[in-house]
């Protein structure tokens, strides 16, 4: 699977972070893992020490896998002032995790990100590629719930 | 052509699309016709609409009412009561005292006087209101020469945040002599507070994409990247299907109207660094590599991607562009300052009445944008600070609302005009806590390459951390001061050399908070 994902790009190192962000997309637990480095390093002949330097360097990379659903709050001054200490406060609390954990039936992984660029709406989550404004902790309950429900 | 007697632009974006806006079209589509008004009322879908209201959001022409938060239930009566009777639905208008129009400065604008008025997936409309016209007078009545001549007439000054004259940048690159040229585009758009750019792709993606093409023209470089973060979803299907079109037009590609010139336009995704906004990182980043800066000289323009001569540029710079060829050097002169033509997008955010998106002259003071285009406070708030620039910006009290916001004032109070972005705080915000959200932000997003800044932004963030637990002593302050001042004389790029703006500007104009929690 990764050596076919690799195989759309061609071999050449300025595609390194497109074959990440493909692998981990399409990854369900979100990450990439080792045999992924490995088989992306034998791709484009650049050593594992450099792919590593390149995951561990950009925020949106994991080398841990991670829930189904991914929840990034903002914490930039914008969405801090506009209260979004509370959220994380809430968001804790109702999915009973910390930073950077998954919750037990791995359905969601809470992390912290700086703007996201939607200030307007502060403050302001996304999960996975959705964006979620204006949040309140109310707001914080419903979203949950629903994507319990969902699955 | 029909004539319609009513417009209602959709205002498309992350949030309205997450309330749902799609389906919301669609049954508001259904209602209308089942009103048998389809030959009357014309629903256009469009980018930004320079509020920020909740959740969906509609403007109506020629009326000019905005209406927020728009739920599906009250299509129903919208529809009859203001598109069959006429009459306003007050309780969804964002001012129901009708006196405040975010929207009413639509023939002082260039960068965004398409925004919300054309339909940004279409091609024929950026044409219809004579999009493309200046990329052709570009190709085949100018000589590259002649554009860089012009550019550098009309003063047009980098938008990024540094203030460098495009024209100046553009003319270190078009001469050299080299096997490959690149332009870059930078909407990596990473400052806290900062989205103006988003909204210029949203709003008026073939802009941007005219921008670029004569930017390429000028200097000589077939194949142009757009360095786009990876959160703008909506932004890079636009520009992807904006290229798309292009293609298709003959507007880009091989020997585009017979010129001889080619040129290829891609979008390359970052991958969340705020220094990759830096043009050295972003060079990296694009290779494939950490974003980590180089050293400069030499500069991108000399040397950039693959070593080859790179114009980097900010999306707004470019968007400029095509109104300055097309129009010509002197009517953009007409705009802003004498030192800085033109206009400024910012978005202003926090407790005022009307946050949301404008475009100003350059020159405009800081209360001006406040209560002209955000409607001043919001009702029983008072003014106190306002955050400009982001996080590499500074924090200016009341005392300086009278400030000309230009990158040439701004330089004089020690302030960049940074990125546009306008935050502006309440008097019962506290700026040591204001300053302590600043410090974390730099602390995490410093790349680690030099010493003053990776262990400065660690410093600083527990000195703020304990100032604002109230353990701190005013050495505490003073020494903050001493280490942001050595970072920005030693730090390798501007991420480093940029704490000491918020830190300096918070201590000074606003001493007596820190007397205070350190005194407790
Ligand atoms: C830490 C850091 C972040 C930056 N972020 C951005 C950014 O997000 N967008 C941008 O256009 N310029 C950013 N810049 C400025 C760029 O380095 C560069 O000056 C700019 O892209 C040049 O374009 P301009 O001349 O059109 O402004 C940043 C600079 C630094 C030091
Ligand atoms: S100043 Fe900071 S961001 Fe810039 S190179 Fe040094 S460590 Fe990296
Ligand atoms: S500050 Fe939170 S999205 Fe910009």
Redesign the interface.
């Known amino acids: 699977m990764y050596k076919e994902i690799c195989g759309k790009y061609a071999p050449t190192k300025d595609n390194l972070i497109y074959i990440l962000h493909e692998i981990q997309d399409t990854h369900p637990q979100h990450y990439i893992s080792e045999e992924a480095v490995q088989v992306i390093s034998d791709y484009l002949k650049i050593p594992s020490n450099h792919i590593y330097g390149v995951l561990t360097f950009y925020s949106m990379y994991s080398t841990k896998p991670r829930g189904k659903n991914i929840i990034r709050l903002c914490e930039s001054p914008p969405c801090y002032i506009k209260g979004s200490d509370n959220i994380l406060r809430k968001l804790k609390n109702a999915l009973n995790i910390k930073v950077g954990e998954t919750t037990q039936d791995g359905l969601f992984t809470l992390e912290l990100a700086a703007c996201l660029g939607v200030c307007g709406n502060a403050p302001v989550m996304m999960i996975n590629d959705d964006v979620y404004g204006d949040l309140t902790e109310e707001k914080v309950d419903e979203i949950i719930t629903k994507i319990r429900g969902g699955k | 052509m029909k004539y319609f007697r009513s417009h209602i632009l959709v205002g498309i974006n992350?949030?309205s699309?997450?309330a749902g806006v799609h389906d919301f079209v669609a049954e508001l589509r259904q209602e209308i016709n089942k009103h048998s008004l389809q030959e009357e009322i014309n629903i256009l879908e469009t980018g930004p609409l320079g509020f920020?209201g909740?959740g969906i959001c509609l403007t109506v022409f020629p009326e000019n009412v905005n209406y927020e938060n728009v739920k599906s239930e009250d299509i129903p009566e919208l529809v009859s009561e203001h598109f069959l009777k006429g009459r306003l639905v007050k309780r969804l208008m964002l001012d129901s005292s009708g006196k405040f129009s975010p929207k009413f400065n639509y023939d002082q604008r260039i960068v965004l006087r398409n925004s919300g008025i054309i339909d940004p997936e279409s091609i024929d409309e950026y044409l219809g209101v004579g999009g493309y016209e200046a990329w052709e007078k570009a190709l085949l009545n100018m000589t590259p020469e002649g554009i860089v001549a012009e550019v550098k007439k009309s003063g047009l000054r980098g938008r990024g945040g540094a203030g460098f004259p495009a024209g100046l940048k553009w003319s270190f690159t078009a001469p050299l002599k080299a096997e490959q040229k690149y332009v870059v585009v930078n909407a990596d758009?990473?400052?806290?507070?900062?989205?103006k750019d988003?909204l210029i792709m949203e709003g008026d993606p073939h802009q941007l994409l005219e921008g670029i093409m004569i930017c390429a023209r000028a200097v000589g470089a077939t194949k142009a990247w757009i360095y786009i973060?990876?959160?703008?979803?909506l932004c890079i299907n636009r520009l992807n299907h904006a290229i798309e079109q292009c293609k298709e037009y003959g507007l880009l590609g091989r020997n585009i109207f017979e010129s001889g010139f080619d040129l290829d336009i891609e979008i390359?995704?970052?991958?969340?660094?705020?220094v990759c906004g830096e043009e050295t990182a972003l060079i990296e980043?694009?290779?494939?590599?950490?974003?980590n800066p180089r050293w400069k000289p030499p500069f991108p323009g000399v040397e950039g991607l693959w070593k080859y001569p790179t114009v980097v540029n900010n999306v707004e710079t470019l968007a400029n562009v095509p109104y300055i060829i097309k129009n010509g050097a002197e009517e953009f002169l007409k705009y802003g300052t004498p030192e800085c033509p033109g206009t400024k997008v910012y978005?202003i955010?926090?407790d005022v009445a009307h946050?949301?998106?404008c475009e100003v002259d350059m020159g405009a003071t800081l209360r001006t944008v406040i209560n002209e285009y955000a409607g001043g406070m919001k009702k029983g708030f008072k003014f106190k600070a306002a955050?400009v620039g982001?996080?590499a910006g500074v924090i200016l009290p009341e005392k300086m609302l009278d400030v000309k916001m230009d990158f040439h004032s701004l330089n004089q109070y020690a302030a960049v005009l940074g990125s546009g972005?306008i935050?502006v705080?309440n008097e019962h915000?506290s700026i040591v806590?204001?300053l302590w959200?600043?410090l974390?932000?730099f602390r995490?997003?410093s790349?680690g390459k030099c010493s003053p800044c990776r262990n400065g932004t660690q410093q600083l963030y527990s000195l703020i951390s304990k100032i604002k637990a109230g353990e701190g002593t005013m050495d505490d302050v003073e020494l903050m001061l001493t280490i942001a001042q050595t970072m920005q004389q030693t730090s390798f790029c501007a991420l480093g050399q940029s704490p000491i703006m918020a830190i300096r500007s918070a201590i000074e104009n606003f001493r007596e908070e820190f007397v205070d929690i350190t005194s407790k």
């Not at chain 2, 973060?229 to 979803?233: I, P």
């Not at chain 2, 980043?285 to 974003?291: A, K, Y």
């Open positions: 992350e949030t699309v997450a920020f909740k758009e990473g400052e806290p507070g900062t989205f988003r973060r990876g959160e703008y979803k390359k995704i970052g991958a969340g660094a705020y980043s694009l290779e494939g590599n950490r974003g978005t955010l926090g946050p949301g998106l955050l982001g996080a972005a935050l705080m915000q806590d204001m959200s600043i974390r932000f995490h997003e790349c």
